[in-house]
């Protein structure tokens, strides 16, 4: 049976008693971790380019190539993306680039 | 039906094993704890278990295959000695840090080099800090109990801590004695099921055993550990009662021998502390007022109540089947610790006895038993038996 998860659970805990048991990440509990801050370098996406081979999608370690309902590529979730640039490696047709974040101070790119 | 049978305590702890009837055992064998899978295996192959008893390549894959058995939410059993331990030693910590309650059957063997199969306690005491709950044996009889008892301890919703049965290797593994044994279904309504928290099986509350815990929750974390070694000193008297009410035995953590009113006081573990008791009493009949105090329980170690039974002894001798080279011997450094800690400044004379299974006969203890009557107590261990 599935439990409610307990909210203290997952926020950021403030004694060692609040601490899950055994160190355990309740599932799903990844969602939540910007991991799109080590970023240094930056996928950016060409639509014109793009032939939605999915090869990207494939390869992301991070899942972060979405996608929409027909399963065509539609950008890049930056809050999870941490910028290795597998997906511009694998691109056949250059459709994606990888700029530095220097290039973007104004936004982090996460939601 | 309950039974009386002569048996080894190899034996005694795999008959245990057949009785609580883990869900899984991982084990590689070595002496002189090989019995134990070794007859384990033979329930297994007989259909008396239905445990998936997996056979490994290595101490290190027997312990890493019973921590993940034991997150998934098995019960599991294992055993060991000596460099078999030692090979562990990098998985015991884990096996504590994700509350796994593991009954490990630990039949103490010298650590090599020299290359040596007999009995002292330098495997269990190199896991001093590992986490787990370390309980020492006297017999045969004490071993079979303790497996049946540690499933519930180890299992307690407030401890959730791997636990060590250690008896001593050959003396008590296997010597053959008369063992008293329950019925199987009286150890089966004891042990009950296992009702996991967090197990990995549990694919509906999903969860990830083994991930990152930097500077920011690690310290926390072991913080949670200590908690739960605190709690087996709260609740292991509620679990060791109700084993007694089932099999008419209780075992305390501590076994004082006669010393309520004891001055001279030979604290020991293990085997050993029969031949203490039997010196007692010989010395009892010629009025010194003698005592023996056997630690079963040393960790976590119940340093209070240690305190409380040498404080008022004119003096006491600490028997270690360990070195600390170049330090203080474990159960030394335990009992000095306490008795400073109870503001107590008891003559101490740190004793290292039995190593590599050279043997300690009462001489010894009436020897020892005679240097805290003379007053004859010196800062650095002695060391009993030794050619010298």
């Known amino acids: 049976m599935k439990k409610e998860m307990n909210s203290a659970e997952m926020a950021r805990p403030k004694k060692w008693q609040d601490v899950p048991m055994a160190g355990v990440a309740f599932g799903a509990s990844a969602e939540a971790v910007e991991t799109g801050q080590w970023r240094s370098i930056r996928p950016v996406w060409d639509s014109e380019k793009c032939i939605s081979c999915l090869l990207c999608w494939n390869q992301c370690p991070d899942r972060a190539i979405l996608t929409d309902e027909n399963g065509k590529v539609s950008g890049i979730d930056l809050f999870f993306c941490k910028g290795c640039g597998i997906c511009a490696h694998v691109c056949p047709k250059d459709a994606i680039e990888m700029k530095p974040e220097a290039d973007f101070p104004s936004d982090s790119g996460s939601r | ?388």
């Open chain 2, 1 to 388: 039906m309950p039974r009386r049978e002569i048996i080894s305590g190899n034996w005694a702890f795999a008959e245990a094993m057949r009785q609580i009837n883990p869900d899984v055992v991982a084990a590689y064998p070595i002496t002189p704890s090989t019995d134990i899978p070794m007859k384990f295996a033979e329930f297994v192959a007989n259909g008396k278990v239905d445990t998936n008893f997996v056979t490994v390549e290595s101490e290190h894959s027997a312990i890493t295959a019973c921590v993940t058995a034991a997150a998934a939410g098995a019960r599991v059993m294992t055993a060991s000695s000596a460099n078999g331990v030692a090979l562990m030693h990098e998985i015991f910590p884990i096996a504590a840090f994700f509350r796994n309650p593991i009954v490990f059957g630990l039949v103490n063997r010298s650590l090599g080099a020299p290359i040596n199969i007999h009995c002292d306690h330098s495997d269990s005491m190199g896991e001093r800090d590992a986490g787990w709950v370390h309980l020492y044996c006297e017999d045969a009889q004490e071993a079979y109990d303790s497996a049946i008892l540690a499933v519930r301890l180890a299992e307690h919703k407030d401890i959730l801590s791997p636990v060590f049965v250690c008896q001593d290797g050959f003396i008590t593994s296997h010597s053959f004695e008369a063992v008293s044994m329950l019925d199987d279904e009286t150890v089966k309504s004891f042990v009950g099921e296992r009702d996991a928290d967090l197990p990995l099986l549990d694919v509906d509350n999903p969860v990830t055993y083994g991930s990152f815990a930097m500077s920011e929750y690690y310290f926390e974390i072991k913080r949670q550990q200590v908690e739960a070694h605190r709690n087996v000193l709260k609740h292991y008297d509620s679990v060791a009662r109700d084993y007694e009410s089932v099999s008419g035995r209780f075992y305390p953590k501590l076994d004082k021998y006669r010393t309520d009113d004891a001055d001279f006081i030979v604290v020991v573990m293990s085997s050993a502390s029969g031949v203490v008791k039997d010196v007692v009493d010989e010395l009892r009949e010629k009025g010194v007022k003698a005592g023996c105090l056997r630690i079963r329980m040393f960790r976590p170690f119940p340093a209070a109540d240690v305190a409380e039974v040498l404080g008022k002894a004119k003096a006491v001798a600490v028997l270690d089947r360990a070195l600390s080279i170049g330090g203080t011997a474990p159960l030394s450094a335990e009992v000095k610790s306490a008795l400073y800690d109870a503001g107590a400044h008891v003559p101490l004379q740190s004793c290292v006895y039995g190593l590599g299974g050279r043997d300690f006969f009462p001489q010894h203890a009436m020897e020892i038993f005679a240097d805290l009557q003379k007053g004859n107590i010196r800062a650095e261990e002695r060391y009993i038996g030794l050619l010298e």
